[in-house]
């Protein structure tokens, strides 16, 4: 069965404090891992789509990487506007379905 | 700007109640998803369509159902809600073929709570 786990549940920084927020999954022949980002009462916005292992991308602050067990979103010197939950999920074999993680929520204190 | 527009962002209704959450996304996407999202278990998916008419259940169906007889509108129907459907519900889309690149569009989302 696939499946994401993410850690920490909630991760606390300091403005400028640079972070990783974990994403463990198991899928039948991923063919995408996601990375979006949620703010409180909203809905989720796409950041990264990663394919295969090795690959690596960035937007600002982000940086999301990717093996073949897990993934990690890096947050290099987070400001408050960074705080949000950060969802990852993976899309296998079958096509259609998205797995979703729990989130990690992500809070950052100027 | 390309969107996808749930009509109630709050709702509160009584136990038995049927409740109808609507979706309508301007992106002419095939692939239309309704999730719910709770704390600590992330999203699950309910339903999910791939074309007019077309409906696939997702892991957790039971109580919902689904429409979509247009394109653009895929519906969200609670028959008779209970306490525990409260949630937040999220519908999303997604493009087919050459344009598809896995990326979901989400609506705003719809709070709903059961009393």
């Known amino acids: 069965e696939d499946q994401v786990t993410q850690s920490p549940e909630a991760l606390r920084l300091q403005e400028g404090e640079s972070s990783s927020l974990n994403c463990s999954y198991t899928?039948?022949?991923?063919?995408?891992l996601f990375w979006y980002r949620q703010d409180p009462g909203k809905g989720p916005e796409f950041l990264f789509t990663?394919?295969?292992a090795g690959e690596e991308k960035e937007k600002e602050r982000l940086k999301a990487t990717l093996t073949k067990k897990e993934s990690f979103l890096h947050i290099t010197a987070p400001k408050p506007e960074d705080s949000a939950t950060y969802l990852c999920?993976?899309?296998?074999?079958?096509?259609?379905?998205?797995?979703f993680g729990a989130g990690t929520r992500l809070f950052v204190k100027a | 700007d390309v969107k996808v527009t749930q009509s109630s962002r709050y709702l509160v209704k009584r136990t038995g109640e049927k409740v109808f959450l609507e979706c309508v996304q301007d992106?002419?996407?095939?692939?239309m998803f309704w999730y719910r999202q709770d704390p600590g278990l992330g999203l699950r998916l309910i339903y999910f369509?791939?074309?007019?008419?077309?409906?696939e259940k997702g892991d957790i169906p039971e109580g919902y159902s689904v429409s979509r007889e247009k394109k653009e509108r895929f519906s969200l129907i609670l028959e008779s809600a209970s306490t525990n459907q409260t949630s937040m519900y999220l519908c999303?889309?997604?493009?087919?073929?050459?344009?598809?690149?896995?990326?979901?569009?989400f609506g705003e989302g719809s709070r709903l709570t059961v009393l």
């Open positions: 369509s791939y074309d007019v008419k077309m409906k």
């Open positions: 899928v039948s022949g991923l063919r995408g």
């Open positions: 990663l394919y295969s």
């Open positions: 992106m002419d996407h095939e692939n």
């Open positions: 999920a993976v899309q296998g074999a079958g096509g259609f379905k998205t797995i």
């Open positions: 999303a889309s997604k493009a087919t073929g050459q344009a598809n690149t896995g990326e979901l569009f």
